[in-house]
């Protein structure tokens, strides 16, 4: 019989500690397991010595995601502030692209956005428009429409009649040049909402 020795490492999962935490996925408390790799030095197939740790997760028992461990400092309350934050800064960003993708933002335009961010979001947003016209000063209707697709997948469908709303009423705040038309055109496949909705959503703007 020929003697030889197999080696090598494997990955092994053991348990850091467990508690409860807010889960994103279940969209409540849950309790988690704080779970470990580490990668072991093997001898016929036997662990034998602890070589270095493959990385951490945290896992929620009830559907099982894994999650980076700082999701056991995600605040909902604080996250939702942010999103909402984010959420007003990037309706500016929509409208101030619109109109810079049309030769720039004219002062019936700037009366539209600030009358629609205090209406939204009780705040006319003034420095975040001011530092958007600087920032966008090259804009394309191309760079309105991919901006409308990156914040897609991120909108439920009220933020997404929301977004309509301010791009419509910024788009009709004076004569519609083609510019304005061709855009407003791409609005609904961006924004993935069906004619159906689109419509339903401008009839309810009046
Ligand atoms: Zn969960």
């Given at each position: 019989?020929?003697?030889?020795?197999?080696?090598?490492?494997?990955?092994?999962?053991?348990?850091?500690?467990?508690?409860?935490?807010?889960?994103?996925?279940?969209?409540?408390?849950?309790?988690?397991?704080h779970k470990q790799v580490r990668v072991w030095f093997t001898l016929?197939?036997?662990?034998?010595?602890?070589?270095?740790?493959?990385?951490?997760?945290?896992?929620?028992?009830?559907?099982?995601?894994?999650?980076?461990?700082?999701?056991?400092?995600?605040?909902?309350?604080?996250?939702?502030?942010?999103?909402?934050?984010?959420?007003?800064?990037?309706?500016?960003?929509?409208?101030?692209?619109?109109?810079?993708?049309?030769?720039?933002?004219?002062?019936?335009?700037?009366?539209?956005?600030?009358?629609?961010?205090?209406?939204?979001?009780?705040?006319?947003?003034?420095?975040?428009?001011?530092?958007?016209?600087?920032?966008?000063?090259?804009?394309?209707?191309?760079?309105?429409?991919?901006?409308?697709?990156?914040?897609?997948?991120?909108?439920?469908?009220?933020?997404?009649?929301?977004?309509?709303?301010?791009?419509?009423?910024?788009?009709?705040?004076?004569?519609?040049?083609?510019?304005?038309?061709?855009?407003?055109?791409?609005?609904?496949?961006?924004?993935?909402?069906?004619?159906?909705?689109?419509?339903?959503?401008?009839?309810?703007?009046?």
């Open positions: 019989m020929l003697a030889f020795i197999i080696y090598g490492t494997r990955g092994m999962t053991s348990i850091k500690s467990a508690g409860s935490f807010y889960c994103p996925d279940c969209a409540g408390d849950r309790s988690y397991l016929y197939f036997i662990p034998l010595i602890p070589m270095h740790t493959a990385g951490e997760y945290i896992e929620c028992d009830h559907c099982k995601t894994g999650y980076t461990p700082e999701v056991l400092s995600y605040d909902p309350v604080e996250a939702e502030q942010e999103f909402q934050e984010r959420f007003y800064e990037s309706l500016v960003r929509v409208m101030t692209l619109l109109c810079m993708a049309d030769g720039g933002v004219n002062p019936v335009d700037r009366q539209v956005i600030r009358g629609m961010m205090q209406q939204i979001a009780g705040d006319p947003y003034d420095a975040m428009l001011e530092a958007s016209e600087e920032r966008l000063v090259s804009a394309t209707p191309a760079d309105f429409v991919s901006y409308l697709e990156r914040m897609t997948p991120h909108l439920k469908q009220e933020e997404k009649a929301t977004v309509v709303q301010v791009i419509w009423e910024t788009a009709n705040s004076g004569p519609l040049t083609p510019r304005r038309e061709q855009m407003l055109q791409k609005v609904p496949e961006a924004l993935e909402l069906s004619t159906e909705d689109f419509q339903e959503i401008v009839s309810r703007i009046g």
